[in-house]
């Protein structure tokens, strides 16, 4: 079912992750697929819709800077101040996870990626939802990904809950993913670019893949 982007449809999407069901959502960038993260059952849900690969671990959007102490341990004074510094907005940091996060959403790696989205509409959805939602792809592994809540329909005819319609997506990137678990390392190349994220670090050299010229 899809219903609009307004207070109902977010008190919708509220019951249906609080009852462990899956719905599509746009994101800052795509749309995307949210449970709750801490739902083992539904994390699993996600993975045999998608028919995703168990070694890739799931990404979170996160309503509120105070949400990173929920899946973040400790994260380190580099995190704080790319955090700062490019938050909200479309990177993904990558940290130590808190040791009680289900091993269905970290893939076994013992890291959690998580972004705070510089969109106001999709924080309060978040916050909503309980302060974190996945934000897996809305789409079936190797697919592009949906730009529409009819997209999202059209590859998950069953299994969702409920579809958030915020209309067509802006973004042509995705979001930059940058792993500062331990030395700073660019695991996706999205939005922020890599030359902002070398003059966000700066004497902390980062590896990763580089553009193609």
């Given at each position: 079912?899809?219903?609009?982007?307004?207070?109902?449809?977010?008190?919708?999407?509220?019951?249906?992750?609080?009852?462990?069901?899956?719905?599509?959502?746009?994101?800052?960038?795509?749309?995307?697929?949210?449970?709750?993260?801490?739902?083992?059952?539904?994390?699993?849900?996600?993975?045999?819709?998608?028919?995703?690969?168990?070694?890739?671990?799931?990404?979170?959007?996160?309503?509120?800077?105070?949400?990173?102490?929920?899946?973040?341990?400790?994260?380190?004074?580099?995190?704080?101040?790319?955090?700062?510094?490019?938050?909200?907005?479309?990177?993904?940091?990558?940290?130590?996870?808190?040791?009680?996060?289900?091993?269905?959403?970290?893939?076994?790696?013992?890291?959690?990626?998580?972004?705070?989205?510089?969109?106001?509409?999709?924080?309060?959805?978040?916050?909503?939802?309980?302060?974190?939602?996945?934000?897996?792809?809305?789409?079936?592994?190797?697919?592009?990904?949906?730009?529409?809540?009819?997209?999202?329909?059209?590859?998950?005819?069953?299994?969702?809950?409920?579809?958030?319609?915020?209309?067509?997506?802006?973004?042509?990137?995705?979001?930059?993913?940058?792993?500062?678990?331990?030395?700073p390392r660019?695991?996706?190349?999205?939005?922020?670019?890599?030359?902002?994220?070398?003059?966000?670090?700066?004497?902390?050299?980062?590896?990763?893949p580089k553009?193609?010229?």
């Amino acid at each position: 079912m899809i219903v609009k982007d307004n207070q109902r449809g977010r008190e919708n999407a509220a019951r249906v992750i609080a009852n462990g069901g899956v719905i599509a959502f746009r994101t800052d960038t795509f749309y995307g697929l949210g449970v709750d993260p801490l739902n083992q059952k539904a994390v699993n849900a996600i993975r045999e819709l998608k028919g995703r690969e168990e070694a890739k671990p799931i990404l979170l959007l996160i309503s509120d800077v105070s949400e990173v102490a929920r899946f973040i341990a400790s994260p380190s004074a580099l995190f704080k101040a790319v955090a700062i510094h490019h938050w909200p907005g479309p990177i993904t940091l990558v940290g130590v996870a808190c040791p009680q996060l289900p091993e269905e959403l970290t893939a076994g790696t013992g890291t959690i990626g998580v972004r705070l989205p510089n969109d106001e509409n999709v924080r309060t959805l978040v916050r909503a939802c309980g302060g974190a939602l996945t934000a897996t792809s809305a789409n079936l592994s190797g697919s592009p990904p949906a730009r529409t809540a009819k997209d999202a329909e059209k590859y998950f005819p069953r299994g969702l809950g409920l579809i958030i319609d915020s209309g067509e997506v802006s973004a042509t990137q995705p979001s930059t993913v940058l792993d500062l678990s331990g030395k700073p390392r660019l695991i996706r190349a999205g939005i922020v670019t890599r030359e902002d994220l070398e003059r966000t670090l700066g004497p902390y050299s980062l590896t990763g893949p580089k553009p193609v010229r």
